[in-house]
């Protein structure tokens, strides 16, 4: 069974880094076709997509906040960390880590799993 | 890139049907889309893709045989057939663009679905 579980601080000041964890467990992020994205939700808005990490570590990023964002992995920790600089309170919504997953059915990657989001408040 | 367009809310009494609709911007209707029901308090999980053919793939685990879909130009539907409490739900679309360093993924605004 799948699993995925964000965690990070609640609050956080404006021009501060924020970076957040996505625990995971009954998948391994050295298997080959697989990966884990963060999306976010500002409270009341659509969902934004943000970062993915491949199990081969190839990355991909939001073209509108490519230069603030980082995402890694520790395939020895089941983890995925995604790092956003310069917060603002515009960031402030519920990000979630999901599981990227190829259907070989269908012949093609999608988000089949999510983790239930933490909320991140962006405020001096 | 695609923009995903979807009605804020809709509502369906218990038993009846109901058909979400998520509509690609113009230059985009060969584009394929996943459907996500995200209940509330909980993250979004994966319904089924669609394109103009139908269904693309296979559903998500768990998703009842009520829940099919269509496409059809430059929408793509997403019906619920005798719906039930467990359905009152907010309902997002969403489709993958372009690769490499160009790719990106967009979500519709998504659609409150509510349960009479």
């Known amino acids: 069974q799948i699993t995925l579980k964000e965690s990070g601080p609640t609050l956080v000041k404006p021009t501060q880094t924020l970076t957040l964890t996505c625990t995971f467990s009954?998948?391994?992020?050295?298997?080959?076709?697989?990966?884990v994205g963060w999306i976010r939700q500002p409270p009341g808005k659509a969902l934004e997509w943000l970062a993915l990490i491949y199990w081969d570590d190839d990355k991909r990023y939001s073209p509108s906040l490519r230069s603030r964002l980082t995402i890694t992995k520790d395939t020895s920790k089941d983890q995925v960390v995604l790092t956003m600089s310069n917060m603002d309170p515009v960031d402030t919504a519920t990000y979630y880590c999901?599981?990227?997953?190829?259907?070989?059915?269908?012949?093609?990657?999608?988000?089949?799993?999510w983790g239930r989001g933490t909320l991140v408040t962006v405020s001096s | 890139q695609p923009v995903l367009t979807q009605t804020p809310s809709a509502s369906a009494s218990l038993g009846a049907s109901v058909t979400l609709t998520c509509t690609l911007s113009s230059d985009y209707s060969d584009y394929k889309v996943d459907w996500y029901q995200q209940r509330p308090g909980k993250g979004p999980r994966f319904v089924m893709r669609v394109g103009t053919g139908g269904i693309v793939g296979s559903k998500g685990d768990g998703v009842p045989d009520r829940f099919s879909v269509l496409g059809s130009g430059l929408n793509r539907y997403l019906t619920i057939k005798n719906i039930q409490e467990e359905d009152e739900s907010d309902y997002h679309c969403?489709?993958?663009?372009?690769?490499?360093?160009?790719?990106?993924?967009?979500f519709g605004g998504g659609t409150k679905l509510t349960v009479l």
């Open positions: 999901a599981h990227y997953q190829w259907q070989v059915l269908g012949g093609y990657w999608y988000f089949d799993l």
């Open positions: 009954g998948f391994s992020l050295s298997s080959s076709g697989v990966g």
């Open positions: 969403g489709a993958d663009h372009g690769g490499g360093s160009n790719f990106l993924v967009v």
